[in-house]
């Protein structure tokens, strides 16, 4: 199949990153890159027969000011070979090893996520998503039900239940974040240990279902759903949170707090940050 590469470019921050990649994946597009901080781009790929909406694509770059450079590929594009140029594996605290389908295995690992690099995020490659994985090789999760809840990849869900967790639940309002969450479940093969769904926080209707949850999602939404992850939290329950800058945190601990959610640890990379709590146990 014959594909057109956008390489869209004034893209200041992830989060935008994302609202970029949502909006073109609505007009056809089939594949992204992952946000390149240093040119603050993305790159996307448009298949051929999705051509008649460029006129759509071009209007909406241009009105949001994003500068784009545009090439038609040729039909023998060999994907792997784009892929191993765009993403490379990760081995995280010497014990996880995040890798795409077509990068060789590693036997000497602890665990090994394999993750096909769509346009979800969630790779370990960002500092949030490389901060969560690290401190879930830390915790012990036999048995315990869990909530990825902006579940991307599916990344963290996937090595949650390689640490030992019963179930866990993913949920991702992306439709395309959705369907490569079910492939990465699949390929990993713990698709009978996860459930996916699409949605948003109004998905948690039972109270103290989780002994975990992961949200990896960005400030605003953290702070305008964490009443929803407290009241799905069981008491004495850990949850984590990452997403947002280190000048986020005041804000997401007093909210977290006032929800009774008690601080237990803070981690911090290249200006992200992690913060886990765990709920009182009345």
């Given at each position: 199949?014959?594909?057109?590469?956008?390489?869209?470019s004034?893209?200041?921050?992830?989060?935008?990153?994302?609202?970029?990649?949502?909006?073109?994946?609505?007009?056809?597009?089939?594949?992204?890159?992952?946000?390149?901080?240093?040119?603050?781009?993305?790159?996307?790929?448009?298949?051929?027969?999705?051509?008649?909406?460029?006129p759509?694509?071009r209007?909406?770059?241009?009105?949001?000011?994003?500068?784009?450079?545009?090439?038609?590929?040729?039909?023998?594009?060999?994907?792997?070979?784009?892929?191993?140029?765009?993403?490379?594996?990760?081995?995280?605290?010497?014990?996880?090893?995040v890798r795409?389908?077509?990068?060789?295995?590693?036997?000497d690992?602890?665990?090994?996520?394999?993750?096909?690099?769509?346009?979800?995020?969630?790779?370990?490659?960002?500092?949030?998503?490389?901060?969560?994985?690290?401190?879930?090789?830390?915790?012990?999760?036999?048995?315990?039900?869990?909530l990825?809840?902006?579940?991307?990849?599916?990344?963290?869900?996937i090595?949650?239940?390689?640490?030992?967790?019963?179930?866990?639940?993913?949920?991702?309002i992306?439709?395309?974040?959705?369907?490569?969450?079910?492939?990465?479940?699949?390929?990993?093969g713990?698709?009978d240990?996860?459930?996916?769904?699409?949605?948003?926080?109004?998905?948690?209707?039972?109270?103290?279902?989780?002994?975990?949850?992961?949200?990896?999602?960005?400030?605003?939404i953290?702070?305008?759903?964490?009443?929803?992850?407290?009241?799905?939290?069981?008491?004495?329950?850990?949850?984590?949170?990452?997403?947002f800058?280190?000048?986020?945190?005041?804000?997401?601990?007093?909210?977290?707090?006032?929800?009774?959610?008690?601080?237990?640890?803070?981690?911090?990379?290249?200006?992200?940050?992690?913060?886990?709590?765990?709920?009182?146990?009345?």
């Amino acid at each position: 199949m014959k594909y057109i590469e956008y390489r869209v470019s004034g893209i200041p921050d992830e989060e935008m990153s994302e609202i970029v990649v949502a909006e073109l994946a609505e007009l056809g597009f089939e594949s992204f890159s992952e946000w390149d901080p240093v040119q603050a781009m993305i790159v996307g790929y448009l298949p051929q027969s999705q051509a008649g909406n460029e006129p759509e694509i071009r209007a909406y770059l241009e009105t949001s000011g994003r500068p784009y450079e545009r090439q038609e590929l040729a039909d023998d594009t060999n994907w792997n070979a784009v892929w191993e140029s765009q993403f490379e594996p990760i081995l995280l605290a010497g014990r996880c090893y995040v890798r795409a389908p077509f990068h060789p295995r590693r036997t000497d690992v602890e665990h090994e996520v394999v993750i096909m690099p769509k346009m979800s995020f969630g790779t370990g490659h960002h500092a949030t998503t490389s901060l969560m994985l690290e401190r879930l090789m830390e915790l012990d999760l036999t048995g315990k039900t869990g909530l990825d809840m902006g579940s991307g990849t599916g990344v963290l869900a996937i090595l949650a239940v390689q640490r030992g967790a019963a179930h866990v639940d993913a949920i991702d309002i992306d439709r395309w974040a959705y369907e490569n969450a079910l492939e990465n479940s699949e390929i990993n093969g713990v698709s009978d240990r996860i459930s996916i769904f699409e949605g948003d926080a109004s998905l948690l209707t039972e109270p103290g279902k989780y002994d975990f949850i992961l949200a990896n999602i960005n400030r605003n939404i953290l702070l305008a759903d964490m009443e929803h992850y407290a009241r799905a939290l069981k008491p004495g329950g850990a949850i984590l949170f990452s997403g947002f800058l280190e000048v986020d945190i005041p804000a997401i601990m007093r909210r977290a707090e006032a929800l009774g959610l008690n601080f237990t640890l803070s981690r911090l990379k290249e200006g992200w940050a992690l913060i886990e709590c765990k709920k009182e146990n009345k």
